[in-house]
């Protein structure tokens, strides 16, 4: 079946550092959505991405999806300890029923 | 405020105990779904209901039923309780023709089989 692929696992950063996660789909998406879950918490919607190439930016998260929308990428510029969560994408096949494709989420520590 | 409730937050049961989770939606949203979050597994979608009226399988069904009692409220149903469905469960809501705003999650009902 339809899988997303998301690395890495885990990230432990230093405060002012980057951080990036990577998603990849093994069929073509036609949109794909981004959450994050802060520990003890429930998953929140960030955004969006449908179109191909499409790059969007939210303060210092940068989200983008690729030219083929079978993969996307969250960075996060100068890391801050409210950043600290896990981060899951999730895709939609092109075609399906519009269910969700969840990544496994990649968790972010950042040491103040 | 606007958002999904679930009820209760926390339960203990014990093997074979039934019981149910409340899940209400004031989004006016057509779809919801139920979803369990274990350590290193994710979400997993138990299941989902597309509209009023309809209700279908996701990927882990078993053991479990759901009930869409209005186009608010979605129930799950244990009616067996086993310590493997010991998990977080989440309900979700999304409205299908507005991309922008994704699923709305509630906070969370943790349960304990023992």
């Known amino acids: 079946g339809q899988q997303v692929m998301q690395i890495p696992q885990y990230q432990h950063v230093q405060e002012g550092e980057d951080f990036t996660t990577y998603c990849n789909s093994s069929t073509t998406l036609s949109n794909i959505q981004w959450y994050k879950q802060r520990p003890g918490g429930h998953p929140v919607f960030l955004i969006q991405l449908v179109k191909s190439g499409e790059v969007k930016k939210q303060k210092r998260l940068t989200f983008q999806f690729g030219e083929a929308k079978k993969n996307s990428s969250l960075h996060i510029t100068a890391t801050q300890t409210t950043d600290v969560g896990t981060y899951f994408c999730a895709g939609v096949n092109a075609g399906n029923n519009r269910k969700l494709i969840w990544g496994l989420g990649t968790s972010l520590a950042v040491n103040p | ?114």
């Open chain 2, 1 to 114: 405020n606007a958002g999904v409730t679930q009820t209760p937050k926390f339960q203990v049961l014990k093997t074979g105990q039934s019981m149910t989770l409340q899940c209400a939606q004031d989004m006016n949203h057509n779809s919801m779904y139920w979803y369990r979050q274990d350590p290193g597994m994710g979400l997993r979608l138990i299941y989902y209901s597309a509209s009023e009226g309809t209700t279908d399988k996701g990927e882990v069904p078993n053991g479990y039923n759901v009930s869409r009692l209005n186009k608010r409220e979605f129930s799950l149903r244990l009616e067996s309780a086993a310590p493997s469905q010991t998990s977080v469960y989440f309900c979700a809501s999304s409205e299908y023709y507005n991309p922008n705003r994704g699923y709305t999650f509630g906070s969370g009902t943790r349960l304990t089989v023992v």
